[in-house]
């Protein structure tokens, strides 16, 4: 990373930890922000659980974190992107997704909170309709209908070729069509809607850092497949829990109408929507969703911060 956070001075104040587990065959990374509890704070913290989304990882959702220091986040790596490594021999299709999910939070933090962004949103919904225990989910940017029929279908179409090339081209140029530099700048572009010339550059280095650090071709490829071939509607009826949807009123990959539309699905769901943001709440307006989050959950704000 090159470009400075513009919520670097807030996220310096969280004490962080890094740490492996061995989950499903292979070691997950994952970071530890904030306590369980706090000297200053009568109660405990409430722990969450935090899943990024496809091709990046736990440095996604960094920004969010930076203003919810009332609360104990546990955000790991996806298996086969960042710091944690793919199984060998598996297929990572949504259910091997979901079972991870299952048996990482069972092992690190039984019964959190669980929130997942976009693919994440898939992961983890998928994972408490079969069974995760959680009191509650909330999902940022919440994939509420098939990637391919949003706004920008014919983009995701061209991904679908994208991904498919890079998958069939010899194991060198495949990987390294899908490590373009070029092409990753492009996604951002498309994706970032604020017009704010800092951010923007911030965004690029985010996405310049952390989209390439997947562990192969295949992989990278799995994760693709799923993330378009699922999205959250399929699960949202299973769903027992109070869920929380922050949703975008400018997503080009789920459509406002579509999250109003998902909400109603849910038995228990409350749907915040964001103005004047796209597919990346997480880095253009973090400070909404964690007060969103925040009310949600009933977490007082922490005093001095």
Not at 17 to 36: D, F, K, N
Not at 116 to 134: K, N, P, R, W, Y
Not at 243 to 264: S, V, W
């Amino acid at each position: 990373m090159t470009v400075p956070s513009p919520y670097a001075d807030r996220l310096s104040r969280l004490p962080v930890e890094r740490h492996e587990v061995e989950v499903r065959g292979a070691i997950t990374a994952y970071w530890e922000y904030g306590s369980p509890t706090d000297s200053g704070a009568p109660d405990e913290r409430p722990t969450i659980i935090a899943v990024h989304g496809f091709r990046g990882d736990h440095h996604g959702l960094e920004s969010v974190l930076a203003f919810l220091p009332e609360a104990h986040v546990i955000a790991p790596d996806l298996p086969g992107f960042g710091e944690s490594a793919p199984s060998t021999g598996h297929t990572y299709d949504l259910d091997e997704y979901a079972a991870w999910l299952t048996e990482f939070a069972a092992t690190v933090a039984p019964a959190a909170i669980i929130l997942g962004h976009s693919f994440g949103s898939i992961v983890t919904a998928a994972a408490v309709a079969a069974g995760l225990d959680t009191p509650q989910l909330i999902l940022i940017n919440p994939i509420g209908a098939p990637a391919l029929e949003g706004p920008k279908g014919l983009m995701t179409r061209l991904a679908v070729l994208y991904y498919a090339m890079g998958a069939r081209l010899p194991e060198k140029a495949g990987t390294a069509l899908l490590r373009n530099r070029v092409i990753v700048r492009i996604m951002s572009i498309t994706m970032a809607k604020t017009k704010d010339p800092e951010l923007r550059r911030f965004i690029h280095d985010q996405h310049d850092t952390y989209f390439s650090l997947f562990a192969d071709r295949d992989v990278l490829k799995d994760a693709f497949v799923a993330s378009v071939s699922h999205d959250v509607r399929e699960f949202a009826p299973k769903i027992p829990v109070p869920t929380l949807l922050i949703a975008a009123q400018r997503d080009d990959i789920t459509p406002i109408e579509a999250e109003r539309e998902l909400a109603d699905r849910f038995d228990d769901a409350e749907l915040v929507e964001i103005a004047h943001v796209g597919h990346l709440i997480h880095y253009e307006t973090p400070a909404e969703a964690a007060g969103a989050i925040r009310r949600f959950l009933r977490i007082p704000v922490a005093r001095g911060r």
